[in-house]
């Protein structure tokens, strides 16, 4: 990013109008506050998703998951590359030798398939995923279980929004 130069004022705003069909921005000011329970999506027990951005257009979302006891959590496969920065905790793949540890990030390519795993001595697990595409369940051998995707996500939020009492429709903060 360039510098400002010297005669220009830089607290000056863009002074043109944004694209008529621009999506408004996603602010989450207390993404990481944990003082609402209801902006935690249950999945399994001990297992939350807090949605940040439910991407429809390009087939991706970005969330933070919350493991609250060790264990083993899922085996998956990936079609499209996954991103990941842990902010709390640290947990690993079966497959491999590495650590994701606070403050690491994780690139996981296409067609990786592995088993996350919260180590015995985590209380609690939160790692910051971007996924892109869907996201496969499988056995040790590699058989279909089921899947995830945006789609599945919404549908996941808006059915714990509504039960939580904030109206099946909060999920649309989320979604672009």
């Not at 360039?2 to 220009?8: A, F, R, T």
């Not at 902006?39 to 998951?65: A, D, H, I």
């Not at 947990?91 to 590495?98: F, G, T, V």
């Amino acid at each position: 990013m360039p510098l400002v130069e010297k005669d220009e004022n830089p607290r000056i705003p863009y002074q043109h109008p944004m694209p008529p069909d621009a999506l408004p921005e996603i602010v989450v000011p207390d993404a990481l506050s944990q003082d609402d329970d209801r902006m935690w999506v249950k999945q399994t027990e001990n297992v939350y998703f807090r949605p940040l951005c439910l991407n429809v257009s390009q087939g991706y979302w970005m969330n933070l998951l919350k493991v609250t006891k060790s264990g083993v959590l899922s085996r998956h496969r990936h079609a499209n590359a996954v991103h990941g920065f842990v902010l709390k905790g640290r947990w690993h793949y079966l497959e491999h030798d590495w650590e994701a540890r606070e403050g690491g990030y994780v690139f996981e390519p296409p067609g990786e398939t592995h088993t996350l795993v919260v180590p015995d001595d985590v209380e609690e697990m939160i790692t910051y995923f971007q996924v892109n595409g869907v996201m496969y369940y499988v056995d040790p051998h590699g058989n279909h279980l089921g899947y995830e995707d945006v789609f599945t996500k919404i549908d996941m939020c808006r059915k714990h929004f509504e039960d939580v009492g904030l109206g099946a429709d909060y999920v649309k903060n989320f979604i672009r």
